[in-house]
Structures are given as structure tokens and as C-alpha cells.
């Protein structure tokens, strides 16, 4: 009993010290900060996108009329609702993305998440859970995390949304970055599946970067199986192929 009453002071005062040795700083130019992940400079100077598709989040030159979607959602409709993307996958965005997935810099991955909620908290209550996007098996335990898994946790705590891991990956496919559109397509085909009930009508798909939507139409297809009413997307970036 004394042992665990004794353990939240044992955090609170690790914390502290350890902001008192290392005080926090942006994560882009390490500047100190208070109670953010990015200072003000850097805050305004990112990449942030004006204007977009409400459909699919593609940046566009000129806000679109409320209701109206772009010309490719037109032609070739997604099977989500609404794509929330703050930002063009520009530096230093996409360095800081590369170094989270591929550098192992985990502390990133709530700085990041963090760039989403002006865009989320606004309309958090319309969505029931979160889904990150799965990495196939041999990728998870390669890398040993998943990127969007982490972006997740972060929005899970300030937002209050469960995160509901009900989609798998079913086979490796290869990474989408090398990939032109269509062969994007195809690659996506047949690559997720459902591991159990999503049991709940309204999901918010959690992603890093968005580049085609291919990876989040699968996803969205796969959940719409699953009865899920409404679904949308969130990506940190999206980025021009």
C-alpha cells in the first residue's frame, strides 16, 4: 500500500526534475516552450494548407462553395465523408514525419498530433473512436511501433475518442511512396481487413500522410463493411504525388 502511494509523487517529482535539467523546447528550432511542442515562430512558419477539398483534403488554389467537393471527388467518389489535413507535406514536416517513422524519434509523434487539433478538436464530438491505419505484421515488429498508432495516443487523451484497432493489415504491401496512382490503387487492394466489430457508427481514420487516398479508401471501405455509418480521415500532411 505504501509502495503505491507512494508512486504517483515518485512521478510527479521525476517529471519535474527532469524538466528542471531538460526545460522543454520546440521540437522544430529548440527554442524553449511552455506548455507546447512548438513555438510561436515556428508555429506560423509551418506549411499549413488554406484552402482543400472538404471531401478529400486535397489542397486547393481557392476555397471550394460549402458542400462542393473537388473534381476528382466528382469523377471518382472516396468511400469517407471528410478529410481533416492541416498541412502540405513540406519541410520541415516531412522531416519530421521521415524521422518519427524511419528514425525511431518517437517523441515527435505528439508534436505532430498536436498541429491536428485546431482542425479536430472543433468537431471531435462527431466521431465515436479512432482508427489508426495497421502496419502489416512483419513492418509492426520490424519497426517496433506503429507511426499512426502514435499519433492516436495523443489524440485519444485530448480529445477523449477511444482508438479501436479493428482493422488489420492481411498481406505486406509495397510502401506507397514509390508507387505512381494507379499502381497506389492496387496495392491497396484487398490489403485490409476487419478483426472484429467496429461497434460504433461514427470513425475518424488516423493517418500520418495523405497523398491519394488510396491507403484511406481501402480503409473506409473495409469499415463501411463493418456498418460504420460515417467515416472520415485524418492525416497529418498530405503531400502532392
Not at 126 to 140: C, E, I, K, M, N
Request: glycine residues 4%; positive net charge; contains cysteine.
Amino acid at each position: 500500500m505504501l509502495e503505491f502511494m507512494f508512486m504517483p509523487c515518485t512521478k510527479w517529482i521525476t517529471a519535474n526534475l527532469a524538466n528542471i535539467v531538460l526545460p522543454p523546447q520546440c521540437v522544430f528550432c529548440g527554442q524553449p516552450v511552455n506548455d507546447q511542442f512548438v513555438c510561436d515562430d515556428c508555429h506560423h512558419d509551418l506549411p499549413w494548407i488554406a484552402n482543400s477539398c472538404e471531401r478529400c483534403g486535397t489542397p486547393t488554389d481557392t476555397r471550394l462553395p460549402a458542400g462542393t467537393c473537388c473534381g476528382k471527388c466528382q469523377v471518382r467518389p472516396p468511400p469517407f465523408d471528410t478529410t481533416l489535413s492541416p498541412l502540405h507535406y513540406d519541410f520541415p514536416i516531412d522531416t519530421a514525419i521521415k524521422a518519427l517513422k524511419f528514425g525511431r524519434k518517437l517523441f515527435l509523434a505528439p508534436a505532430l498530433a498536436s498541429l491536428a487539433l485546431e482542425k479536430l478538436l472543433p468537431v471531435a464530438d462527431s466521431f465515436d473512436a479512432l482508427v489508426p491505419v495497421p502496419l502489416y505484421q512483419w513492418r509492426h515488429a520490424t519497426r517496433g511501433f506503429n507511426q499512426a498508432q502514435e499519433l492516436a495516443k495523443f489524440l485519444k487523451r485530448a480529445c477523449d475518442l477511444p482508438v479501436r484497432n479493428c482493422v488489420i493489415r492481411t498481406r505486406r504491401t509495397a510502401p506507397q511512396s514509390g508507387l505512381n496512382a494507379v499502381a497506389r490503387r492496387r496495392n491497396m487492394t484487398h490489403a485490409f481487413e476487419l478483426a472484429e466489430s467496429p461497434d460504433c457508427r461514427r470513425i475518424l481514420i488516423v493517418d500520418d500522410v495523405m497523398t491519394t487516398g488510396e491507403t484511406c479508401r481501402a480503409m473506409a471501405s473495409v469499415l463501411r463493411q463493418g456498418n460504420v455509418k460515417h467515416v472520415s480521415v485524418l492525416a497529418i500532411a498530405h503531400a502532392a504525388l
